[in-house]
């Protein structure tokens, strides 16, 4: 079976005009001139249009954002809990109004069935609203006398001010899921969004600016080795926070050791899926045909990776083609029915089809799919990969794209071995009817979220985050608020 890309008859941009953000910095409360020599333009995946362009931002952009950021940082700590929740409650009212609009440019900006960009809106705006609760609420260890005729008082102070970096696979609710735990703890920020899709978030700086006081969220546009690279040296950041590649990861880290701010990172993943012989088999085919292709698999929990038991690898395999078979590509703009968009860019169209072709080489063989469909376009068919050997290359690397490799084990310690034995620890699944066994397995996943019998659900109140290759620190949930804030301990001392 070939997958053809479904496309609209009328190809009317999906986003222009006054849905479109100014094409500028967002800095102490307005977008800014810009001195920029140079610009990035911003590219439709599914037509290979230019939508905007926007500045590449310089250190001295970066400089004016922090400086902003610093003025404001006081008076916005200085808002008790409730003061800053309802802020955070405007917001997400603000944007639940201008759902339409932001689903329609984060489509058109990286090619997302619409389906899918709605996903991420209506998850941005429940970002919002649990932070907005969950910062009144926040707990701490009891105050008391823990020595004689002393006193001790925990606290959680703000940071200060919070360098942002977010990836270009979600844009807006990867913004969110920094920005509300940054504003929540009462801390100020600068966002240096994806150069490929900044268009969101340059919106969300729009749409909310007058719902903030000036400086207290900053948007600068550019290119991770300037405008990031600034961000995690400045030494007026307390801390730099970054979703994005390992390699990202890596430099952000280096950069920031120099002044010993604190670092967030949320980088790859490579989800083992690990399907023993007693699993409901047809309801794991069912739930990876949206785990592991949704947003056409540009996803770092995607369950990309299957560990199947030999003995029923076949007919699960058969099961999976069944439910890949059928996945509808295409363009947004074509319908509600488009399960899955192009890739993002031409780059990472090369990327993967790169990998799929040193796969082909190494006797891996396509059960679906397999290679790119016909432009225009960065599309990618839906691919199940079988007979992959141990240790290859397109079961170990993530390839960030629609496909989802098999390889089979023969009993659980191998399982687990082979589970393990990727540079990546994100997260992984478990299917098994058997109890017991599901507990043991998941304790033993290195995996910083481990599903059992479902795979990529998740919710604002429980944490996201991985252990190895995959960064550290926690977005979402109680922990999102911590990692954002500070402990400071005060003992008085009353003896009399």
Same mark, same amino acid.
């Given at each position: 079976?070939?997958?053809?890309?479904?496309?609209?008859?009328?190809?009317?941009?999906?986003? *222009?005009?006054?849905?479109?953000?100014?094409?500028?910095?967002?800095?102490?409360?307005?977008?800014?001139?810009?001195?920029?020599?140079?610009?990035?333009?911003?590219? $439709?995946?599914?037509?290979?249009?230019?939508? =905007?362009?926007?500045?590449?931002?310089?250190?001295? $952009?970066?400089?004016?954002?922090?400086?902003?950021?610093?003025?404001?940082?006081? *008076?916005?700590?200085?808002?008790?809990?409730?003061?800053?929740?309802?802020?955070?409650?405007?917001?997400?009212?603000?944007?639940? /109004?201008?759902?339409?609009?932001?689903?329609?440019?984060?489509?058109?900006?990286? +090619?997302?069935?619409?389906?899918?960009?709605?996903?991420?809106?209506?998850?941005?705006?429940?970002?919002?609203? @649990?932070?907005?609760?969950?910062?009144? #609420?926040?707990?701490?260890?009891?105050?008391?006398?823990?020595?004689?005729?002393?006193?001790?008082?925990?606290?959680?102070?703000?940071?200060?001010?919070?360098?942002?970096?977010?990836?270009?696979?979600?844009?807006?609710?990867?913004? &969110?899921?920094?920005?509300?735990?940054?504003? %929540?703890?009462?801390?100020?920020?600068?966002?240096?969004?994806? /150069? !490929?899709?900044?268009?969101?978030?340059?919106?969300?700086?729009?749409?909310v600016a007058d719902l903030l006081p000036p400086g207290?969220?900053?948007?600068?546009?550019?290119?991770?080795?300037?405008?990031?690279?600034?961000?995690?040296?400045?030494?007026?950041?307390?801390?730099?926070?970054?979703?994005?590649?390992?390699?990202?990861?890596r430099a952000v880290a280096r950069t920031a050791a120099?002044?010993?701010?604190?670092?967030?990172?949320?980088?790859?993943?490579?989800?083992?899926?690990?399907?023993?012989?007693?699993?409901?088999?047809?309801? #794991?085919?069912?739930?990876?045909?949206? &785990?592991?292709?949704?947003?056409?698999? !540009? /996803?770092?929990?995607?369950?990309?990776?299957?560990?199947?038991?030999?003995?029923?690898?076949?007919?699960?395999?058969?099961?999976?083609?069944?439910?890949?078979?059928?996945?509808?590509?295409?363009?947004?703009?074509?319908?509600?029915?488009?399960?899955?968009?192009?890739?993002?860019?031409?780059?990472? @169209?090369?990327?993967?089809?790169?990998?799929?072709?040193?796969?082909?080489? !190494?006797?891996?063989?396509? #059960?679906?799919?397999?290679?790119?469909?016909?432009?225009?376009?960065?599309?990618?068919?839906?691919?199940?990969?079988?007979?992959?050997?141990? %240790? =290859?290359?397109?079961?170990?690397?993530?390839?960030?794209?629609?496909?989802?490799?098999? *390889?089979? @084990?023969?009993? *659980?310690?191998?399982?687990?071995?082979? =589970?393990?034995?990727?540079?990546?620890?994100?997260?992984?699944?478990?299917?098994?009817?058997?109890?017991?066994?599901?507990?043991?397995?998941?304790?033993?996943?290195?995996?910083?979220?481990?599903?059992?019998?479902?795979?990529?659900?998740?919710?604002?109140?429980?944490?996201? %985050? +991985?252990?190895?290759?995959?960064?550290? %620190?926690?977005?979402?949930?109680?922990?999102?608020?911590?990692?954002?804030?500070?402990?400071?301990?005060?003992?008085?001392?009353?003896?009399?």
């Amino acid at each position: 079976m070939t997958a053809t890309v479904h496309r609209a008859a009328d190809a009317a941009p999906l986003a *222009e005009g006054k849905d479109l953000p100014p094409s500028l910095h967002f800095i102490g409360g307005a977008f800014v001139d810009t001195a920029a020599e140079r610009f990035t333009e911003v590219i $439709d995946p599914s037509s290979e249009d230019v939508i =905007a362009r926007v500045p590449e931002g310089n250190r001295e $952009d970066v400089d004016r954002a922090v400086a902003a950021a610093v003025g404001a940082k006081e *008076e916005w700590a200085r808002l008790v809990p409730k003061e800053r929740s309802e802020v955070l409650h405007a917001i997400a009212d603000r944007l639940a /109004e201008h759902t339409d609009v932001l689903v329609r440019l984060e489509a058109a900006n990286t +090619g997302k069935p619409l389906s899918v960009a709605r996903d991420d809106v209506d998850g941005t705006i429940d970002t919002f609203r @649990f932070i907005a609760g969950a910062l009144r #609420a926040t707990t701490s260890m009891a105050a008391g006398d823990y020595v004689e005729d002393h006193l001790s008082v925990i606290l959680r102070e703000p940071l200060g001010v919070v360098g942002l970096v977010t990836p270009w696979n979600y844009p807006l609710m990867m913004a &969110a899921w920094k920005i509300a735990p940054t504003l %929540g703890a009462g801390n100020t920020l600068v966002i240096k969004p994806s /150069e !490929q899709t900044p268009l969101t978030t340059l919106k969300f700086a729009e749409l909310v600016a007058d719902l903030l006081p000036p400086g207290v969220v900053n948007v600068v546009t550019g290119d991770g080795p300037v405008v990031g690279a600034r961000l995690a040296e400045h030494p007026d950041i307390a801390m730099i926070a970054l979703t994005g590649s390992v390699g990202s990861g890596r430099a952000v880290a280096r950069t920031a050791a120099e002044s010993l701010k604190r670092v967030h990172l949320e980088l790859g993943g490579k989800a083992p899926v690990v399907i023993f012989e007693d699993a409901d088999l047809e309801a #794991a085919a069912v739930a990876l045909r949206t &785990a592991g292709y949704w947003n056409s698999g !540009q /996803e770092c929990g995607a369950a990309c990776r299957v560990l199947v038991h030999a003995s029923v690898a076949d007919r699960f395999t058969e099961e999976l083609v069944r439910e890949v078979g059928k996945l509808i590509v295409g363009d947004p703009r074509a319908g509600e029915h488009v399960d899955i968009g192009p890739l993002v860019s031409k780059a990472h @169209f090369d990327r993967v089809r790169g990998y799929l072709g040193r796969a082909r080489s !190494q006797g891996v063989r396509a #059960a679906i799919g397999g290679s790119s469909l016909d432009g225009p376009g960065y599309f990618v068919a839906p691919t199940v990969l079988v007979d992959v050997p141990e %240790g =290859a290359e397109i079961a170990r690397e993530e390839v960030f794209g629609p496909v989802v490799t098999v *390889e089979t @084990f023969t009993d *659980e310690n191998e399982a687990i071995r082979r =589970a393990n034995d990727v540079p990546f620890g994100l997260s992984a699944s478990v299917w098994t009817e058997n109890a017991r066994r599901s507990h043991a397995v998941a304790a033993r996943l290195d995996a910083g979220t481990v599903w059992v019998n479902s795979h990529l659900v998740l919710a604002n109140e429980v944490p996201w %985050g +991985g252990f190895k290759g995959s960064g550290y %620190g926690r977005d979402l949930s109680l922990y999102a608020l911590d990692d954002y804030s500070r402990t400071k301990h005060v003992m008085h001392h009353h003896g009399r």
